[in-house]
């Protein structure tokens, strides 16, 4: 387990290395001078070079690179040029959003999804699993943002049941925060929902064709019995799988839904940086971002190998 283990930090620890390098690449072809579009067409050549020294932006891509990667290795992500705060205190300040939302999408996506790949599982070539399927493939095909703008419409402009967008801070009440953050959960939980339904079904439907399940039928034991003790917990690995990868997608995939509901999270802080082209932020955010899904991965990874021995020799 121990070897396993290694092997796998150290590709974790290249996949990391290899993502910051494109993350900074990407950001340094992009056309346009940083330091003139912050300052706006009409500033001054001396104002720019300045704010060009201040950033960093005239020594060499490598020292920059090295400088950062640095920095960020010691828990310092630089300066927000926009905002004219460290980066680390803006992402502490969003994740309070962002993760609470992630967790929740994630919490009803598993909720809605086990029990209803059981359901369509256990009715195989029945009508209503041809139903829960179609409305699954629905579900996968529709934009998550195209169910946000539904949901305000229905819940709080017609029905005015919660609010339509906005933040009022932890410090206001659990209640008032977690009302703003129901619909953006359900928005985002959906289509995840739809994708780990399908997968909770077909590996059921593997799990199901095994000897020991018809051992289990043969020894008189009830269907349901059979399906939930049996069945549902030796197919739960491709499950776990899918969970592992769409907590991390939920968390790093808030973008457009924040910007939907105008939440302050992580999502809406690396929209706002993009526009105002705050390297540092959008670089530090998302390589952050791209650690949180290979960590949550190398976990699932343990998660397996502890589980099924077998997969340590891989």
Do not use: C
């Not at 004219?84 to 205190?89: L, R």
């Not at 049941?161 to 959906?190: C, K």
């Not at 039928?217 to 739960?236: E, I």
């Not at 997608?249 to 973008?255: C, K, M, P, R, S």
């Amino acid at each position: 387990m121990l070897s396993y283990a290694l092997r796998r930090s150290l590709i974790v620890l290249i996949t990391l290395v290899a993502a910051s390098a494109i993350v900074f690449a990407v950001l340094e072809i992009v056309p346009g001078d940083p330091a003139r579009l912050m300052l706006g067409m009409n500033a001054t050549e001396d104002a720019v070079q300045a704010l060009r020294q201040q950033m960093g932006l005239d020594q060499s891509v490598a020292v920059r690179y090295v400088a950062w990667i640095g920095g960020m290795l010691t828990g310092d992500f630089g300066r927000s040029y926009t905002y004219a705060v460290p980066v680390i205190d803006l992402v502490r300040e969003r994740l309070v959003v962002s993760l609470p939302l992630a967790a929740m999408a994630l919490v009803l996506s598993t909720a809605i999804a086990i029990p209803v790949g059981v359901f369509s599982a256990a009715r195989r070539g029945t009508a209503a699993d041809t139903g829960v399927m179609a409305a699954t493939q629905l579900g996968i095909a529709i934009p998550n943002f195209w169910f946000a703008i539904l949901l305000v419409y229905l819940f709080a402009i017609t029905l005015r049941l919660v609010p339509a967008g906005g933040f009022p801070g932890w410090q206001g009440g659990v209640w008032p925060a977690l009302s703003a953050l129901i619909l953006p959960a359900i928005a985002l939980a959906l289509p995840q929902a739809a994708i780990l339904s399908r997968v909770t079904r077909s590996a059921l439907l593997d799990v199901l064709g095994e000897d020991y399940i018809r051992t289990a039928r043969a020894k008189g034991l009830p269907s349901g019995l059979v399906l939930r003790r049996h069945a549902l917990r030796n197919a739960l690995i491709p499950v776990l799988t899918i969970l592992g990868l769409q907590f991390s997608f939920l968390l790093a995939g808030t973008i457009i839904i924040e910007n939907v509901f105008y939440l302050p999270g992580l999502g809406r802080l690396v929209f706002q940086a993009i526009t105002q082209r705050d390297l540092i932020v959008v670089e530090s955010v998302v390589v952050l971002l791209v650690a949180t899904v290979v960590i949550v991965n190398f976990l699932v990874d343990l998660a397996y190998a502890w589980a099924d021995p077998r997969l340590r020799r891989r």
